[in-house]
């Protein structure tokens, strides 16, 4: 049974050397393009962000559709760390934004994490619930670069922006925030949780697959001249021209990126137990080419992939596709 992480179960182990041409899992190629990774798997069962139950179910519905040994088979080196510890729901007062507390020490906890592995050379998986949990995972990945002097890209592939405040959002909900959290606004437990911060600047972020805005998201994104390719862009341009300028801007004077996924960026049909769906996503195809032109980039330094509730699921449907696609992100080729 995995154990939930504490202060002192942060510490990665030094990557074992490997070859760096692995054979893959079947379908998959041994093409010389796709780089053996020592992958640092772990679960923020995390529903505090959200209105809704379920989501903090995430990290073992991906771990039940075989994560872990669909990136061992194809060459990589994978350990699983188990889960943040989170507080459970019910032991908490209030809702919405007075859970702000409590997502800080989670997100701290998480930051450690993923700054200790890329300060070693790994790759930070991070399985969610809730994309609050992004002002850590990002922060953290941040933190490491800017120890070696390097600044942060991001991609933020998601339906929403994400960009509200506490005093900005209506509903109070933290994974609304984590965005505007990781460009220093917002709650200042969240917002300087990247050392020195903030965790990314606007001009290293890009959103790919947004359809749903709020007024005052819209305005923010404008004045802060934040490239964001929404579905409309996906569907004109075609998502390869997207992703291409997507790579461009967010590796543009970084020393990489994180990418973080909130399953609703995908079309609900095709992606049906999220909290928050809205219709006109990402196909299924496009989902995977997406999966499959960061991996060709090689610029990926860390992944979230999160908002996967299996209340709301069809048989554990959405975690499979969500792992289908971290196989692509991690260099399955079809031939």
Known sequence: MRQPMSAATLSVAHPTPRPRHASGEAGASADARRRVRDVHVVGVPMDLG????????????????????????????VEDHGNVRVPDRTSLTGSGREFLPAIAQVCEELAAFTASVVRRGGTPLILGGDHSLGAGSV???????????????LIWLDAHGDLHTPESSASGNVHGMPVAHLLGLGDPRLAGLAKPGPAVKAEHLVFVGLRDLDPPEQAFIRQAGIRAFTMRDIDERGLRAVMSDALEIATRGTGGVHVSCDADWIDPAEAPGVG?????????????????????????????????????????????????????AFGRRII
């Open 139 to 153: 922060a953290g990945v941040a933190t490491a670069l800017a120890e070696r002097g390097e600044a942060l890209g």
């Open 276 to 328: 928050t769906p809205v219709r006109g996503g990402a196909t299924l195809r496009e989902a995977h080419l997406a999966m499959e032109i960061l991996a060709d980039s090689d610029a990926m330094l860390g992944m979230d992939l999160v908002e996967i509730n299996p209340i709301l699921d069809r048989r554990n449907h959405t975690a499979e596709l969500a792992v289908d696609l971290l196989a692509s």
């Open 50 to 77: 959200a209105s809704r139950r379920g989501v903090d179910m995430g990290p073992s519905a991906m771990r039940l559709a075989g994560v872990a040994e669909r990136l061992r088979a194809l060459g990589h080196a």
